[in-house]
């Protein structure tokens, strides 16, 4: 059996791969360019309503298969028999050679295993009301001094965030952030900031932080320490609704 401590840590690793992997698959947007052909077979798509019975990604109608995919699962000869004569309940549109060609292409370029994947996404998508949300609202809207505002920066968009939570330890065992100062010196903090505590679960930070990120990241977790009641109870307050909804559940998302 696992005992407690190596049960957060290997928490906290998955955590991190999670991190590291979102952040590389994910890192750019794809936009879905089609070609002037593949464009025409989107458009017959439409006018012959074709949604009506099929799904991309997942949206549309469910009489039949999903056809994102399709691409790479019906061949050439079945594809066109389905577009003139049909097949069961998928009626004949009696589609000329031209025609077939446009739909292969634009069902050939739809099917890219880089777009239209699940995407975990947190938090209330209008309102922002989870409790990291709440509480970079209510830093967001304060006057920070130039280095503890860096600081924040630095903290908000890498991956601390992701463990470390506002006024409470976390569910991996990172500490509250906002009272580290009381617990450890200067030395201790740039020491933890540097190397990290991979033994329990504070890995070194990737990529490694320079040494002004350092000092920024101390005079913010300073400046945090010094108005940490004013900041809890205005987050608290930005918190609409912190009873468990659906709205806070993570769900997945199509893009
Ligand atoms: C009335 C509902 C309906 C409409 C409208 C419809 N289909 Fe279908 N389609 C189906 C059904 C049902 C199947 C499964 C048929 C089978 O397996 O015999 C199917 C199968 C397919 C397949 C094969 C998918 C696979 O994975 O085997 C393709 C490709 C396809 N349809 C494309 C189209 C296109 C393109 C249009 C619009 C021009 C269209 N369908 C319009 C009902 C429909
Ligand atoms: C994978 C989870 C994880 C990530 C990501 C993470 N931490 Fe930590 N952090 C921890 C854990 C767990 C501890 C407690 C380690 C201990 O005290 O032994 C900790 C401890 C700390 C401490 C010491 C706190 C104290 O009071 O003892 C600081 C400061 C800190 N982290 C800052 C950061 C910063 C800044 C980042 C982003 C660059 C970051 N952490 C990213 C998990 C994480």
Redesign the pocket.
């Known amino acids: 059996m696992l005992n407690p401590s190596s049960k957060?840590r290997l928490l906290?690793v998955l955590?991190?791969c999670f991190?590291v992997q979102s952040i590389f698959v994910y890192r750019d947007d794809v936009d879905l360019e089609l070609s002037m052909e593949a464009i025409e077979g989107r458009q017959i798509y439409h006018e012959s309503a074709c949604q009506v019975c099929h799904q991309l990604w997942g949206q549309g109608g469910f009489l039949g298969p999903d056809l994102t995919n399709a691409a790479s699962r019906v061949d050439e000869t079945r594809l066109v028999s389905l577009l003139t004569v049909g097949s069961g309940q998928m009626p004949a549109f009696n589609f000329n050679s031209r025609q077939i060609d446009q739909m292969k292409a634009f069902l050939n370029e739809i099917d890219r295993p880089d777009i239209g994947r699940g995407e975990l996404r947190m938090g209330d998508p209008s309102t922002g009301t989870s409790l990291q949300e709440a509480f970079e609202s209510a830093i967001i809207d304060l006057v920070l001094p130039t280095n503890a505002a860096a600081g924040f920066e630095?903290?908000r968009t890498?991956?601390?965030k992701?463990?470390?939570f506002p006024f409470q330890t976390s569910i991996?065992?990172?500490?509250d952030?906002s009272?580290?100062v009381e617990?450890?010196s200067e030395p201790e903090?740039v020491e933890?900031?540097t190397s990290?505590?991979p033994d329990?679960?504070?890995?070194q930070?990737v990529p490694e932080?320079l040494p002004s990120q350092v000092d920024d990241?101390i005079a913010y977790?300073f400046w945090l320490n010094g108005h940490r009641g004013a900041l809890e109870d205005d987050t608290r307050a930005r918190q609409v609704d912190r009873n468990v909804n659906w709205r806070l559940l993570p769900w997945w998302e199509y893009r």
Not at 172 to 175: I, K, L, S
Not at 200 to 203: D, K, L
């Open positions: 957060k906290a955590v991190l991190l630095t903290f890498g991956l601390c992701a463990c470390h991996v065992g990172a500490p952030l009272t580290t617990r450890l903090l933890v900031l990290g505590k329990t679960g504070m890995p930070p932080l990241l977790f």
